[in-house]
C-alpha cells in the first residue's frame, strides 16, 4: 500500500512562522529598548509622547515613566508633580500637611515631626506622678503622654504630697516649741513645723523661763522656812514659781525631814539635847540621858551618862531604867553583878573574883566525849547517853526545864557527837538525824521558828538522816551531810551563814552542794574545809578573821587557802588552820597575841609554827568571844596576881601581917603552958 504524504502539516507550521516573525517586527509602535532596532523604527519612537504613573491619582508622581504613543495604563498621567513617596496612598504627597500617625505624610523624609514624638512626658503632681513618653492621638492631630497618673493616698507627715493636690504635708505637720535652755520645756513664743522633732525644739510649750534650766513646770520647790538647809514633811511642791510665797523656798535640792521648820536648831541630824525636851534631830524620839548597856542586861558599866536618842537599846538604856552599874563585860548579857557565879573561869558577878564559891566540882569520867557551851557542858558516855548540866535558863540542857542543874542529867541517847553554843545545842545520833534545842531568839535551832522566848527545852529533830557532823556558832548552826554538802541557819546579820544575804535563817539553807569535809563556826564567822584541801570562809570580818586581804564582811564563801588543809578551827575573831605539812597558820584579831606571831591584827595567813608532818588533828581555839569573854576574864587574872600574887610587895605583906603575929602568938602561948605544968 502507497503511503499518503502529509501536505497539511506543512501547510499549518509555515503559517505559524510567518505570524511569529509579522508580530515580532511592527511592534505596534512600543519603544523597545532591546539592541539591533533599525534606525527607522527608533525615529518613530521620539515622536510619542512621555507618561507619568499617578497610580493614587492624587497628582504626584513617584518618578516611574514611560515614552508611549498610547496611554499606557490607567495608572499614567501626561503630566504630574514628582516627590511623591507612596504612589498608593493619595493622602501621602509633597502637598500634604504632616500629621501624627507615624507616616512621612508630606513626603520629605521625616515622620511626625513637629509632635515630640517619644519624648519624655509627666503626668499628675506629688506622689501621683508618673513618667512616659509623647504618642500620636488617634485622630493625628497632635500627641499625649502615655503615662497614667498615681493613685492619691491620705496625706502623712513625711515630706511628701501625699495626696497630689500639689501641697506638701498640708494640715499633717507637728508643732514644735523652742527650748533654748534645754530643760525638756518649750517656749510658746518660738515655733516651727516639722514632721518630727527638730533639735532644740520640744513639743510643749510649757516653760515659764527658757533661760533657766532650773526653772520649769517640772521643778520641785522645797519650803525652808526657817532656812536650816531642811524641809519640812509635805513640804515640797512642783511648780515654775515658788508655791509657798511668802515662806522661804529653794529649788536646789535639799534633805527632807524638817521635824519643826520654824526652829533652825531642830533639823535632821542636829545636835542633841536633852536639856529643851524637844526632838533635836527629828530622828522621832525625844533626846533622854542614858547609860552604855551593850548588851541589854540593863545594867551599865558605869554611872556617866550621855545624852541620846531611845532608839539604840540594847547598846544605851534610859537613865532611870538601869538596874545598876559596874558592869564588868558589857559585851556579854550573862556576866553583871546581878549574876550568879558559875563554873567557866569567868567572873559571872563582877566580884573580882572567878569561880568562887567552890562552884567548880564535877570531875569528868574515863572515854567520855565532853563539849562545853557558854555557860553549860554536854557528855557523851560510852554507852552513847547523852548528859547535861549546867546554866538553863534557855532550855539548852534539853532536860524539859528550866533550871539550872549542878550535876549531870541524861538527855537523850544513840548519841555519837555534840556541839555547844552559847545557849544551845544540837547532837548528831548514830542513825544520822540530827537534833537541837534550846535558844532559838534566831532561828538558831532549826525547826522554822524564831524570836524572843521561842526556845526548846527538849530536843527536837531538823534532820532526820544523812548528818555527819554539826558545828555550832555564837547563834548560827552549821551541818556536813554526808554527800559532803554544807547546810547553815540561824543568826546572819554579818553574812555568817553564806546564802548571799543578810537575812536570819530558821531552817537549813544550803550553802555548798558538795566536797566539804569539814567546817568550823565563830561568834559571827564560820569556815569549811572542802575534801580538795581548799578553805573557804565567810561572815563578819572586822579583824581580818576571814583571811582574806580585806576587813570587809562576806555573806558567800570565799576562798582562803587553794589546797594542802587538813583542818581548820575558829575562836571568837580569830582563825587558825593546819595544813597537811604540819604547818599552822592564823589570822585575825591578836589584840592579846592569840595569832603567835609577834602581834597584830591581820587579814591574811600568817606562818606559825611546824606541828610536823601531817599536821595534826584541828586545833582547838577560843578568845574574846562572847562564849567566854576573854577580856573581862584577862582583867580578871590581872587583877588576882595584883592582888594575891607573889610579887616581892606581897610576900612582905603576908610574912608582916601573917608569919610574925602568929609566932609570937605561938611563943606566949607555949609559955603559959610550960609555967602551969
Not at 593 to 614: A, C, E, H, R
Not at 639 to 646: F, L, P
Amino acid at each position: 500500500m502507497r503511503r499518503r504524504k502529509n501536505f497539511g502539516g506543512l501547510f499549518f507550521l509555515l503559517v505559524g512562522i510567518a505570524v511569529v516573525f509579522g508580530l515580532s517586527s511592527t511592534g505596534c509602535g512600543e519603544k523597545s529598548s532591546q539592541t539591533g532596532k533599525t534606525e527607522e523604527t527608533r525615529k518613530t519612537e521620539e515622536k510619542c509622547p512621555v507618561w507619568f504613573k499617578d497610580a493614587d491619582k492624587d497628582g504626584y508622581t513617584d518618578g516611574t515613566t514611560k515614552v508611549s504613543c498610547e496611554k499606557p495604563s490607567d495608572e499614567y498621567v501626561s503630566s504630574a508633580t514628582a516627590g511623591d513617596c507612596d504612589d498608593a496612598d493619595s493622602s501621602r504627597n509633597p502637598g500634604r500637611a504632616e500629621i501624627c500617625d507615624g507616616r512621612d505624610n508630606n513626603c520629605n523624609g521625616q515622620i511626625d515631626e513637629g509632635f515630640n514624638v517619644g519624648q519624655i512626658c509627666t503626668v499628675g503632681v506629688g506622689e501621683c506622678a508618673r513618667t512616659g513618653q509623647y504618642v500620636c492621638n488617634q485622630d493625628g492631630s497632635g500627641t499625649q503622654c502615655n503615662a497614667t497618673p498615681g493613685t492619691p493616698t491620705p496625706e502623712v507627715c513625711d515630706g511628701l504630697d501625699n495626696d497630689c493636690d500639689g501641697q506638701i504635708d498640708d494640715g499633717v505637720l507637728l508643732v514644735f516649741y523652742r527650748d533654748q535652755d534645754g530643760d525638756g520645756y518649750g517656749y510658746a513664743n518660738n515655733s516651727t513645723q516639722a514632721c518630727s522633732q527638730p533639735t532644740g525644739y520640744v513639743s510643749n510649750s510649757s516653760d515659764c523661763d527658757d533661760n533657766n534650766p532650773n526653772l520649769n513646770p517640772n521643778t520641785i520647790w522645797f519650803k525652808d522656812a526657817d532656812s536650816d538647809g531642811f524641809y519640812p514633811v509635805g513640804g515640797s511642791s512642783v511648780s515654775c514659781n515658788n508655791p509657798f510665797a511668802p515662806n522661804n523656798a529653794t529649788y536646789v535640792a535639799i534633805p527632807g525631814g524638817d521635824c519643826n521648820d520654824t526652829n533652825p536648831f531642830i533639823y535632821p541630824g542636829a545636835p542633841l539635847n536633852c536639856n529643851n525636851g524637844q526632838d533635836n534631830d527629828c530622828s522621832g524620839n525625844i533626846e533622854k540621858w542614858a547609860y552604855t548597856d551593850q548588851d541589854g542586861d540593863r545594867y551599865a558599866p558605869n554611872n556617866i551618862s550621855s545624852c541620846v536618842d531611845v532608839v539604840s537599846f540594847p547598846g544605851k538604856i534610859t537613865a532611870g531604867q538601869e538596874l545598876g552599874y559596874n558592869d564588868c563585860n558589857d559585851n556579854n548579857p550573862n556576866v553583871n553583878p546581878g549574876k550568879s557565879e558559875m563554873c567557866n573561869g569567868i567572873d559571872d558577878n563582877c566580884n573580882g573574883q572567878t569561880d568562887e564559891g567552890n562552884v567548880c566540882g564535877v570531875a569528868g569520867g574515863a572515854g567520855a566525849k565532853v563539849s562545853a557551851g557558854g555557860y553549860h557542858t554536854c557528855a557523851i558516855k560510852q554507852d552513847g547517853s547523852l548528859w547535861c548540866w549546867g546554866r538553863n535558863d534557855y532550855g539548852q540542857l534539853g532536860d524539859g526545864t528550866y533550871s539550872d542543874r549542878t550535876t549531870p542529867v541524861q538527855i537523850t541517847s544513840g548519841v555519837s557527837s555534840v556541839a555547844l553554843g552559847l545557849y544551845y545545842t544540837c547532837a548528831v545520833k548514830t542513825d544520822g538525824s540530827l537534833w537541837c534545842w534550846g535558844d532559838n531568839y534566831y532561828g538558831q535551832i532549826g525547826d522554822g521558828t524564831s524570836g524572843w522566848g521561842i526556845n526548846k527545852n527538849t530536843p527536837v529533830q531538823i534532820m532526820s538522816s544523812g548528818v555527819s557532823s554539826v558545828a555550832l556558832g555564837g547563834a548560827h548552826t552549821c551541818a556536813v551531810r554526808t554527800d559532803g554538802s554544807l547546810w547553815c541557819w540561824g543568826r546572819n546579820d554579818y553574812g555568817q551563814l553564806g546564802d548571799g544575804t543578810w537575812t536570819d535563817k530558821n531552817t537549813p539553807v544550803q550553802i555548798m552542794s558538795s566536797g566539804v569535809s569539814s567546817v568550823a563556826l565563830g561568834d559571827f564567822h564560820t569556815c569549811a574545809v572542802r575534801t580538795d584541801g581548799s578553805l573557804w570562809c565567810w561572815g563578819y570580818n572586822y579583824y581580818g578573821q576571814l583571811g582574806d586581804g580585806t576587813w570587809t564582811n562576806k555573806n558567800t564563801p570565799v576562798q582562803i587557802m587553794s589546797s594542802g588543809v587538813s583542818s581548820v578551827a575558829l575562836g571568837g575573831y580569830h582563825t587558825c588552820a593546819v595544813k597537811t605539812d604540819g604547818s599552822l597558820w592564823c589570822w585575825g584579831r591578836n589584840n592579846y597575841g592569840q595569832l603567835g606571831d609577834g602581834g597584830g591584827w591581820k587579814n591574811t595567813p600568817v606562818y606559825i609554827m611546824d606541828l610536823g608532818s601531817g599536821g595534826g588533828g584541828a586545833p582547838s581555839i577560843r578568845d574574846e568571844s562572847s562564849f567566854d569573854n576573854r577580856e573581862q576574864k584577862q582583867a580578871n587574872i590581872e587583877q588576882a596576881q595584883t592582888r594575891y600574887g607573889c610579887s616581892s610587895a606581897n610576900i612582905v605583906f603576908y610574912v608582916l601581917h601573917l608569919f610574925v603575929p602568929a609566932f609570937i602568938l605561938f611563943a606566949l602561948l607555949k609559955r603559959r603552958f610550960f609555967v602551969r605544968n
